[in-house]
């Protein structure tokens, strides 16, 4: 099904520092479950996102390879957490730190996927929006939106390892402030 294009405004929106966003998908990354808190910063309605694909609320300035690696992981039975600039359907955009995770049958079979997101730290932020930046510009250096892929996710491996660390080490290191609330 075809969108209306949504142009993006710069303005950030933002969600309590207690709230979480759930969304669940089926296989395909089709919603199939929002909470208020997704419904409410969104700004779609419930009935506007249950059946229609999840990129519903891509940000056009997320780089493409980071959803690589989320669906390459997720298909693999791994869960991920990722750092997502979000767009509502105002335009408006918001920053989530993210966990999601297949959802499994009593036999091990993949039924879906669930994710749960929540306000990330700001410290965390400068690190991943100049990574981002990079990553995205990479990809437009490309005509081609598989090479586009390829190149941006080979830029990805390259500052991981002159970080000497793997993607989860990467995104542990920045969430360590997250978690432990280190603010001031
Ligand atoms: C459970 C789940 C949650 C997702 N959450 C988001 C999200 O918050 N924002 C987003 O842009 N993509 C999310 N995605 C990834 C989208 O399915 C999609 O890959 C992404 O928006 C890129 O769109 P594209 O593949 O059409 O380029 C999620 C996927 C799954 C399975």
Known sequence: ????????TGREAYFAE???IVSKTDLRG???YANDVF???????????LGQPHN????PEMPGCVFKLLWDTLREGR???AYVLNMCKSGDSYWVFAHVTPSFS???RILGYHSNRRV???DALSAVRPLYAQLLAEERRHRNRAEAIEASTRLLLSVLKSRGQSYDEFVFSLSVHTQLGARD
Do not use: C, K, W
């Not at 099904?1 to 993006?8: G, K, L, N, V």
């Open 1 to 8: 099904m075809s969108r209306t294009p949504i142009t993006p």
């Open 18 to 20: 207690n709230d979480i």
């Open 30 to 32: 089709i919603i199939t």
């Open 39 to 49: 419904v409410q910063i969104s700004g779609y309605s419930e009935a506007e996102l």
């Open 56 to 59: 519903i609320i891509r940000h």
């Open 79 to 81: 869960e991920i957490f």
């Open 106 to 108: 009593a036999n091990g």
């Open 120 to 122: 990330p730290h700001e």
